[in-house]
C-alpha cells in the first residue's frame, strides 16, 4: 500500500521568497509522484510528476521537485513566489500493483504576503 | 478545450433524495474516476472505471452507485442522500493504466445534504 504525508498543512510566505512544501511517501514499490495544485473553486490541475526518470523534476509556472528516495520524499519549490501562487497543494503517490488508485495527501494551503 | 466537464456545480438535496452527478470528458481518455473532497483529507478515490463496460470500488463507496455510460461519460448516483455526503466531488479522466498517465480533472460538484 501506498500513502503520503505533507508535513505543514498551513505555508505563509511573502511574494518574491521561496516557497518549500514537504511531501514525504510511502510505497511498496517504485511509486510515480505528482504535485497537484487547487485553486478556489476549481478542479486540480497537474504541476509535475516524477516517473523513475530524473531525480529533479521541472513542473509549470517554475515549480520543482527534487525526488530523495533515501529520504522518502519529493518536497515541491519555488524560487520566488508569485501572488497567483496562492492555492492548496497536494502531493500524490501512485503505485503498487494496483496502477489507478491514486493516495493524496492532505493538501497544504500557501498564502502570500504582499 | 473543454477537458472534463462536470454538471451540476452546486446542488442542495434532503436527506433521503436521489441524485445523480454527471461527467463528460472530450480527451479520449479511457479511464475515469470519482472522488469526493473533504477538508484535511485530500480526495478519496469513491469508484472508478479502467475502462468502458468496467468499474471498481475505490476507497469510500458505500451510498454510491456509478454508470459508465460509454468512452465520454461516466457518473455517479446517490441514491438515498445522508448528510455525510456532504462534500465536493470530483470527475477525473486518465489514458489507460500505467504509472506515466496523470489524471486530468472537471471543476467539481458542491453537494450539500440538509
Known amino acids: 500500500a501506498q500513502s503520503v504525508t505533507q508535513l505543514d498543512s498551513h505555508v505563509s510566505v511573502s511574494e518574491g521568497t521561496p516557497v518549500l512544501l514537504r511531501c514525504n511517501y510511502s510505497?511498496?514499490?517504485?511509486?510515480?509522484l505528482f504535485w497537484y495544485v487547487q485553486h478556489p473553486n476549481k478542479g486540480l490541475q497537474l504541476l509535475l510528476k516524477y516517473t523513475s526518470a530524473a531525480t529533479l523534476v521541472k513542473g509549470i509556472n517554475g515549480f520543482e521537485a527534487e525526488f530523495k528516495k533515501s529520504e522518502t520524499s519529493f518536497h515541491l519549490t519555488k524560487p520566488s513566489a508569485h501572488m497567483s501562487d496562492a492555492a492548496e497543494y497536494f502531493c500524490v503517490v501512485r503505485g503498487g500493483s494496483n496502477d489507478y488508485k491514486l493516495s493524496f495527501g492532505a493538501g497544504t494551503t500557501v498564502t502570500v504576503r504582499a | 478545450n473543454a477537458g472534463v466537464t462536470q454538471t451540476p456545480k452546486f446542488q442542495v438535496l434532503k436527506t433521503g433524495q436521489s441524485m445523480t452527478l454527471q461527467c463528460a470528458q472530450d480527451?479520449?481518455?479511457?479511464?475515469m474516476y470519482w472522488y469526493r473532497q473533504d477538508p484535511g483529507m485530500g480526495l478519496r478515490l469513491i469508484y472508478y472505471s479502467a475502462s468502458e463496460g468496467t468499474t471498481d470500488k475505490g476507497e469510500v463507496p458505500n451510498g454510491y452507485n456509478v454508470s459508465r455510460l460509454n468512452k465520454r461519460e461516466f457518473s455517479l448516483r446517490l441514491e438515498s442522500a445522508a448528510p455525510s455526503q456532504t462534500s465536493v466531488y470530483f470527475c477525473?479522466?486518465?489514458?489507460?493504466?500505467?504509472?506515466?498517465?496523470?489524471?486530468?480533472f472537471g471543476d467539481g460538484t458542491r453537494l450539500s445534504i440538509l
Open positions: 510505497s511498496s514499490y517504485s511509486p510515480s
Open positions: 480527451m479520449n481518455h479511457n479511464s
Open positions: 477525473a479522466s486518465s489514458e489507460a493504466g500505467g504509472p506515466l498517465q496523470p489524471q486530468h
